[in-house]
């Protein structure tokens, strides 16, 4: 069964640092992984989606890599701002497509 | 992006009554639904998932008895926390998956639903 770390589980960092963000996993046949932002209190947002023939994927300060064979992938975010400050979720499924099993998440702070 | 709702979003409820927890895909058919559940400070887990016209898989250590869920039509699921305690008190969100569209198949997520016993 899939199992997922989160690594930091807890950041503190100020305003404009770029910060990575690492997520490893232990079972690497999967077809795909997913980073989501969670605020407190609310449901997800979906971030990125990498599928497994890709080793990357952006959306604008957001980028997001992944290893199958080393089961890691990392999401790097850059000029960080208190806007980003929320729980980021990674979510690779139980094996190949789904279901998403996710790990504890990193709390991230911006500081102004 | 495929929009997923949950109704209600929020309720409070006394200790033995039963609760039920709506989940639609607005914009596109699911056959399979999956409902998780979160407490604070915790990851999202898996509950169970569920099949429209069959019956729901549980994960392990979850009572289907209590948590039942009906999946109806290709685009409502319902879970239904029956005689519930304050240890259900939790943040429950479903999923719905999409048909597969360019090779892969995606979950998408409702806005969840807070559920407080007392």
């Known amino acids: 069964k899939q199992e997922v770390t989160q690594i930091p589980a807890a950041l503190s960092v100020p305003e404009g640092e770029n910060l990575v963000l690492n997520c490893s996993f232990t079972?690497?046949?999967?077809?795909?992984l997913q980073w989501f932002r969670q605020d407190p209190g609310k449901g997800l947002t979906s971030l990125l989606l990498?599928?497994?023939?890709?080793r990357e994927q952006t959306s604008g300060r957001l980028n997001a890599s992944l290893d199958k064979s080393s089961g890691r992938s990392t999401l790097y975010i850059a000029a960080s701002q208190p806007g980003d400050s929320a729980t980021y979720l990674c979510?690779?499924?139980?094996?190949?497509?789904?279901?998403?099993?996710f790990g504890k998440g990193t709390r991230l702070s911006v500081i102004a | 992006g495929a929009v997923v709702s949950q109704h209600p979003s929020w309720v409070i409820c006394k200790s033995g009554t039963s609760v039920k927890i709506e989940c639609r895909s607005l914009?596109?058919?699911?056959?399979?639904m999956f409902w998780y559940r979160q407490f604070p400070k915790q990851s999202l887990m898996l509950m169970a998932t569920?099949?429209?016209?069959?019956?729901?898989?549980?994960e392990q250590g979850v009572e289907k008895d209590k948590f039942l869920i009906n999946h109806a039509s290709l685009t409502l699921s319902t879970l239904t926390v029956t005689s519930a305690h304050p240890e259900d008190s939790s943040f429950y969100i479903c999923?719905?998956?999409?048909?597969?569209?360019?090779?892969?198949?995606?979950?998408?997520f409702g806005p969840g639903t807070r559920l407080l016993v007392l």
């Open positions: 999923s719905a998956l999409s048909p597969a569209r360019v090779r892969i198949e995606t979950q998408y």
């Open positions: 079972d690497s046949a999967i077809y795909n």
């Open positions: 990498i599928q497994s023939s890709q």
């Open positions: 979510a690779p499924p139980n094996s190949g497509n789904t279901p998403l099993v």
């Open positions: 914009d596109f058919q699911a056959t399979t």
């Open positions: 569920s099949n429209e016209g069959s019956k729901a898989t549980y």
